[in-house]
């Protein structure tokens, strides 16, 4: 029997097989010697005869041989396995709490990141909270809006969950790209691109969070063509089950419903692309119309509160944005919702050859989509669907390339 992940948790392995806690994940599965399983927020180290970990997952290798297990879906050099000495039993680290596994009679300690273990003033504000404001490390509701430097405007999740807005803009424009976390008592956490801000302790723990969940692969390649290039950029979560969806057409340029289903399978199930063929276990689920609007805040605007629907629909939106993907995550990296709207101050086209001054509308949301399954931008010269800006007539962006495919392919 196992008890809740943050507890002690005792685990018997007799032979090959055995119960361990999948983290992020409620359910507990019996597993195989030898199969890998993803450990969320967690990074993992012990002792190298019995069980090893790396930023992918846990491995667990056959138990008469000593020595590490490496990853055969490893797709970067920040993918790494982390290994102690065979003595090495427990590991103490700040902001952290250990779970105690018991591996064959070998008692070892796994590291959980626990968010919230240091405590942040609770501070008073006038209307919505800026960045500087955060910095100082205070704590807020979940809901107040955040105000970035360019005025763009997020509500904060509830404690425990990340909200990722990420916008594609016309080509030659900037989009959005922020990353809002809720950290609990130990603040408040902003990514934009490369830049962090927010409360010192709160960035530490998420930056070493998503340091065992992401991955950047780039072959430093030039070519425009898909198949050249084999870069990927992988976001700090992953969908348990199946995208349950619905679209709100009020507003709509083009009638969508189809071309979305397409776009969200094209990274599903069996992919083949520039001669490789992946099995992606990234599924979505369609059921229908709604009312209900998307919870993304229009004209310049970011991610609302989420209401625990994933929801498609249209918006105002400002010029330098097509579409914008919100996502919700908890500290697990489990993804809770996504929302994608589209704007209606833009040119689309649904036509099976585009041409003139639109943006196929397909193409865009394959690059929605892929946000939504947990991929962040690549370099526009790579010619990717996730590349960062859209030209009028995208229409290659239907179909993924070499480093889309790798991208789904790590996540999934």
Same mark, same amino acid.
């Given at each position: $029997?196992?008890?809740?992940?943050?507890?002690?948790?005792?685990?018997?392995?007799?032979?090959?097989?055995?119960?361990?806690?999948?983290?992020?994940s409620?359910?507990?599965?019996?597993i195989?010697? =030898?199969?890998?399983?993803?450990? =969320?927020?967690?990074r993992?180290e012990?002792?190298?005869?019995?069980?090893?970990a790396?930023?992918? =997952?846990?491995?667990?290798?056959?138990?008469?041989?000593?020595?590490?297990?490496?990853?055969n879906?490893?797709?970067?050099?920040?993918?790494?396995?982390?290994?102690?000495?065979?003595?090495?039993? /427990?590991?103490?680290?700040?902001?952290?709490?250990?779970?105690?596994?018991?591996?064959?009679?070998?008692?070892?300690?796994?590291?959980?990141?626990?968010?919230?273990?240091?405590?942040?003033?609770?501070?008073?504000?006038?209307?919505?909270v800026?960045l500087?404001?955060?910095?100082?490390?205070?704590?807020?509701?979940?809901?107040?809006l955040?105000?970035?430097d360019?005025?763009?405007?997020?509500?904060?999740?509830?404690?425990? /969950?990340?909200?990722?807005?990420?916008g594609?803009?016309?080509?030659?424009?900037?989009?959005?790209?922020?990353?809002?976390?809720?950290?609990?008592?130990?603040?408040?956490?902003?990514?934009?691109?490369?830049?962090?801000?927010?409360?010192?302790?709160?960035?530490?723990?998420?930056? /070493?969070?998503?340091?065992?969940?992401?991955?950047?692969?780039?072959?430093?390649?030039?070519?425009?063509?898909?198949?050249?290039?084999? /870069?990927?950029?992988v976001?700090?979560?992953?969908?348990?089950?199946?995208?349950?969806?619905r679209?709100?057409?009020?507003?709509?340029?083009?009638?969508?419903?189809?071309?979305?289903?397409?776009?969200?399978?094209?990274?599903?199930?069996?992919?083949?692309?520039?001669?490789?063929?992946?099995?992606?276990?990234?599924?979505?689920?369609?059921? =229908?119309?709604?009312?209900?609007?998307?919870?993304?805040?229009?004209?310049?605007?970011?991610?609302?509160?989420?209401?625990?629907?994933?929801?498609?629909?249209?918006?105002?939106?400002?010029?330098?944005?097509?579409?914008?993907?919100?996502?919700?995550y908890?500290?697990?990296?489990?993804?809770l919702?996504?929302?994608?709207?589209y704007?209606?101050?833009?040119?689309?086209?649904?036509?099976?050859?585009?041409?003139?001054?639109?943006?196929?509308?397909?193409?865009?949301?394959?690059?929605?989509?892929?946000?939504?399954?947990?991929?962040?931008?690549?370099?526009?010269?790579?010619?990717?669907? $996730?590349?960062?800006?859209?030209?009028?007539?995208?229409?290659?962006?239907?179909?993924?390339?070499?480093?889309?495919?790798?991208?789904?392919?790590?996540?999934?």
């Open positions: $029997m196992i008890s809740r992940i943050g507890a002690e948790a005792t685990v018997s392995v007799e032979g090959s097989a055995g119960f361990i806690p999948q983290l992020g409620r359910n507990h599965q019996m195989t010697t =030898g199969k890998k399983f993803r450990c =969320g927020p967690c993992i012990l002792p190298e005869s019995k069980l090893c790396t930023a992918r =997952g846990w491995w667990l290798p056959d138990f008469d041989v000593d020595g590490l297990a490496i990853s879906r490893q797709i970067s050099n920040k993918c790494i396995v982390s290994c102690l000495p065979k003595q090495s039993k /427990e590991i103490a680290v700040d902001h952290r709490r250990s779970t105690s596994l018991t591996l064959a009679g070998v008692t070892t300690a796994a590291l959980l990141f626990m968010p919230g273990q240091a405590s942040a003033d609770v501070c008073s504000f006038d209307g919505s800026n500087a404001q955060l910095d100082a490390g205070c704590t807020y509701e979940a809901g107040t955040v105000t970035l360019d005025g763009t405007e997020i509500a904060l999740p509830a404690p425990g /969950e990340t909200v990722v807005a990420m594609v803009p016309p080509a030659g424009m900037e989009g959005l790209e922020v990353a809002l976390t809720n950290a609990g008592a130990t603040g408040v956490a902003v990514q934009l691109e490369d830049e962090w801000r927010g409360a010192p302790v709160a960035v530490e723990e998420q930056q /070493e969070a998503l340091a065992g969940r992401t991955a950047t692969n780039d072959d430093g390649s030039s070519s425009r063509a898909s198949c050249g290039s084999s /870069e990927c950029n976001s700090g979560w992953r969908w348990p089950s199946d995208v349950v969806w679209y709100n057409s009020s507003g709509q340029i083009v009638s969508g419903a189809s071309a979305l289903s397409a776009a969200a399978s094209a990274w599903s199930g069996t992919v083949t692309t520039c001669g490789y063929t992946i099995l992606s276990s990234a599924g979505h689920n369609y059921i =229908g119309t709604t009312t209900t609007a998307p919870n993304i805040i229009s004209g310049s605007g970011g991610c609302g509160t989420r209401n625990q629907q994933n929801t498609i629909g249209w918006q105002a939106r400002a010029s330098n944005n097509l579409a914008l993907t919100c996502t919700w908890n500290s697990f990296g489990d993804a919702e996504a929302d994608q709207v704007a209606t101050n833009q040119p689309w086209s649904v036509a099976s050859t585009c041409s003139g001054n639109a943006y196929d509308f397909r193409g865009v949301a394959t690059h929605e989509w892929g946000h939504a399954y947990g991929l962040n931008h690549t370099a526009q010269t790579g010619g990717l669907v $996730m590349r960062p800006s859209f030209n009028y007539c995208d229409t290659d962006a239907r179909t993924l390339g070499r480093g889309d495919q790798l991208g789904i392919d790590f996540i999934y």
